[in-house]
């Protein structure tokens, strides 16, 4: 009885409650362009929510040639966190989101990728909540959502949040995705095992909208690279075509509620040319899936 108790004592004092196994990695990629104020505040946030939840993380900066010197900014931060923590690998020029996600693929050392903006416009702390649901649930995907429990938008005017919640609703009825917020709901999270994640994509990763660029989705490795063989999208539209697929192959898929907040610094822009393009995006996956 006496080893017993030491025995859980021990795991106790290994494993405090709240923490997660060292054994995973969580390697953060961090597109950007022009965000020279908001990187070191989004960098702080991260590691200040991983070492208080004793997560295992690397941080990669993958900036696209920002002339307002968002790369010296990155420089800076290496020194200040270390190599071993802040990770910055550069692009000479602006070439779209979705290959800046799978540049930054190809230098993670994680079992699991978590990828989100640089803008502030999702805090870190609901990291631990993506993680703790992947593992009570292992699910094949986790998303976060504006629009489930105490989920919800801050900063944006009357307007912008209608045109929000109709777009997120003309989605739900037309491509009927399996998850509640399709259209602006954090980064993604992806798990892969050990190795490098292919490259190979038959994805047209462009530029990305600023209605749909703020997604957090978790993937399984093996779950995420079948869903970027079937995806044929181009730009933006792949963020939904992820969902979109997903359901059709019958992965399960897991939901998180998250804060959108407007961004802190820079502009954000919604105008016709936007919303055109993600209705010629949606329609184009309505008639395909």
């Not at 859980?8 to 362009?33: A, C, H, I, M």
């Not at 966190?81 to 000479?92: A, H, Q, T, V």
């Not at 957090?216 to 063989?229: F, G, N, P």
């Not at 804060?259 to 040319?273: I, M, P």
């Amino acid at each position: 009885m006496a080893s017993e108790e030491a025995s859980r004592n021990s795991r106790s004092r290994r494993e405090p409650e709240g923490r997660f196994p060292r054994q995973d990695k969580y390697s953060v990629l961090l597109p950007t362009y022009n965000e020279r104020e908001n990187l070191p505040l989004i960098v702080w946030l991260l590691v200040k929510s991983f070492s208080e939840s004793g997560i295992n993380y690397e941080i990669i900066i993958i900036d696209d040639g920002s002339p307002d010197g968002t790369r010296d900014i990155a420089e800076q931060l290496v020194k200040i966190y270390g190599s071993d923590k802040i990770l910055l690998r550069p692009r000479e020029k602006k070439l779209g989101l979705g290959t800046a996600y799978i540049h930054g693929m190809k230098h993670a050392t994680g079992n699991y990728i978590i990828i989100m903006d640089a803008d502030l416009s999702h805090h870190p702390k609901f990291i631990p909540e993506f993680i703790r649901k992947q593992k009570e649930g292992n699910f094949d995907i986790v998303s976060g959502t504006r629009y489930k429990g105490n989920g919800g938008v801050y900063g944006w005017d009357l307007k912008r949040k209608i045109i929000s919640r109709g777009a997120n609703f003309i989605t739900q009825i037309l491509l009927r995705p399996g998850a509640s917020d399709l259209t602006g709901s954090f980064s993604w999270l992806l798990k892969i095992e050990a190795g490098r994640t292919s490259t190979a994509t038959g994805c047209l990763l462009g530029s990305s909208s600023e209605m749909l660029r703020h997604s957090q989705r978790l993937y399984r490795k093996e779950v995420l690279q079948k869903l970027i063989e079937k995806c044929v999208s181009k730009g933006y539209v792949f963020q939904m075509e992820m969902i979109v697929r997903a359901r059709q192959l019958n992965y399960t898929i897991g939901e998180v509620p998250i804060s959108f907040v407007d961004r802190v610094y820079g502009e954000s822009k919604l105008g016709g040319n936007e919303i055109v393009s993600f209705l010629k995006g949606l329609l184009t996956l309505f008639a395909t899936t």
